[in-house]
């Protein structure tokens, strides 16, 4: 989507509330399946959460009992071997997890890791990830973090000419 902003008349393109541009179709296809399957499961979920290292989550969950899931999102072995971020995101969540598709050799991915298989419509837990609780400080910070997230891509969306106005009533 763009959009002309007023004062200037230039067209800029909006952030899509799901993609940045650097996801594949395959991604978001194993996003959909894996965030379904989450949703299921009680938890609400974000697509691109900046976290306060700087790191990107594919996928953070927030589950009813404020427990935090990190997906890193696995569209191809080349994608698995050029990524090895992924051992941060355990500082920001209770259990981290792969997901892929069904191309994808299973064994590639680390034992010490949840993962799941998605088809792009659903989705299945292969192996349940290990839980380690983060410290009360950090949840709050990363579910304050995310609700941010959150309460910002709702307002975009139904208001995506607020992020350019700079005038007072």
């Keep these: 989507m763009s959009l002309t902003v007023?004062?200037?008349?230039?067209?800029i393109a909006l952030d899509d509330p799901l993609t940045d541009g650097r996801q594949s179709e395959t991604a978001l296809k194993v996003w959909r399946g894996t965030a379904r399957l989450l949703r299921l499961q009680g938890f609400v979920c974000l697509p691109e959460l900046t976290l306060a290292s700087g790191r990107r989550a594919d996928l953070i969950a927030l589950g009813q009992k404020q427990e935090l899931v990190i997906v890193e999102?696995?569209?191809s072995i080349a994608d698995?071997?050029?990524d090895g971020k992924w051992p941060d995101y355990r500082a920001h969540?209770?259990?981290l997890y792969f997901a892929t598709h069904p191309d994808v050799p299973q064994e590639i991915f680390p034992e010490d890791?949840?993962?799941i298989l998605s088809d792009g419509f659903s989705a299945d837990i292969l192996r349940e990830?290990?839980?380690?609780?983060l410290p009360a400080a950090t949840r709050?910070?990363?579910?304050?973090?995310?609700?941010?997230?959150?309460?910002?891509?709702l307002h975009d969306l139904i208001d995506p000419d607020a992020r350019f106005h700079t005038g007072s009533v």
Excluded: E, I
């Design 6 to 11: 007023p004062s200037s008349g230039n067209r």
């Design 93 to 95: 969540c209770d259990r």
């Design 113 to 115: 890791a949840g993962l």
């Design 73 to 75: 999102v696995k569209s």
């Design 140 to 153: 709050k910070a990363v579910t304050l973090r995310f609700a941010r997230h959150a309460a910002q891509r």
């Design 80 to 82: 698995f071997r050029a």
């Design 129 to 133: 990830a290990p839980s380690h609780p």
